[in-house]
């Protein structure tokens, strides 16, 4: 079955460290693979996708990730967390299946930036 | 540049009636994607239209469907409305859809509560 998996609930990173949100996927074919950051009271965002070409792509606020083939892996990182990075992060993976795209998300994934 | 707006923004219904919420994209934006978020169920992807075409669907019943109009708006709607449809249903508009490379920005959402 098709998944996607964010194995933290909870990430605790100190300012100015380097902060890694883990996610990782099971699909058929060529996935599309997304970051989102939900604030409290400002709603969804989008951070970056991958579709194809560079396995490293840049977001926004400063976040990238990674698209590892291998080890079916997309972690967001960023190299020096902000209080303000504070928020849940969401991975969501596209997939093929019956001549359409589905979309499944990660449960998400809530990171704490401590002054 | 206005943003993506959704209306209405709280929404209290009955069991067995139906609903329509609307979605109005960023001008020129002709992709709509729609979302289900609740505590129990996450986020959950309903569909996406692409001039006025549904490109994909997620796996949501019958009851779930929606539309989008020449001018890009679009419409979901939920008919016979059960408790397990009090969400926040989040839309997201961009130029060239989940496939392509840009960036989605989300509406505010609409809270809808089944009672």
């Known amino acids: 079955a098709q998944s996607v998996a964010q194995p933290e609930d909870q990430v605790n990173v100190a300012e100015g460290n380097p902060l890694t949100v883990k996610c990782t996927y099971s699909v058929s074919g060529n996935p599309y693979l997304f970051w989102y950051v939900q604030y409290p009271n400002r709603g969804l965002q989008f951070l970056l996708k991958y579709i194809t070409g560079d396995n490293l792509v840049k977001g926004s606020y400063g976040f990238e990730a990674e698209f590892n083939k291998s080890q079916t892996s997309f972690h967001l990182k960023k190299p020096s967390a902000l209080v303000s990075d504070s928020a849940l992060y969401f991975c969501?993976?596209?997939?093929?299946?019956?001549?359409?795209?589905?979309?499944?998300f990660g449960t998400g994934t809530r990171l704490k930036v401590l002054a | 540049k206005a943003g993506v707006t959704q209306t209405p923004r709280y929404l209290i219904k009955t069991r067995g009636q139906q609903v329509t919420l609307s979605c109005s994209p960023i001008s020129g934006h002709r992709s709509v994607s729609w979302y289900q978020q609740t505590p129990g169920q996450g986020l959950q992807f309903l569909f996406e239209y692409f001039s006025e075409t549904q490109r994909n669907k997620g796996n949501f019943p019958g009851r779930f469907s929606g539309r989008q109009f020449s001018n890009s708006r679009s419409e979901m709607n939920v008919s016979t409305l059960e408790l397990g449809d009090s969400a926040l249903y989040l839309c997201?508009?961009?130029?060239?859809?989940?496939?392509?490379?840009?960036?989605?920005?989300f509406g505010p959402g609409t809270r809808l509560t089944v009672l």
């Open positions: 997201a508009s961009s130029v060239t859809g989940l496939a392509g490379t840009d960036t989605q920005y």
């Open positions: 969501a993976v596209g997939f093929a299946t019956s001549g359409t795209y589905k979309y499944i």
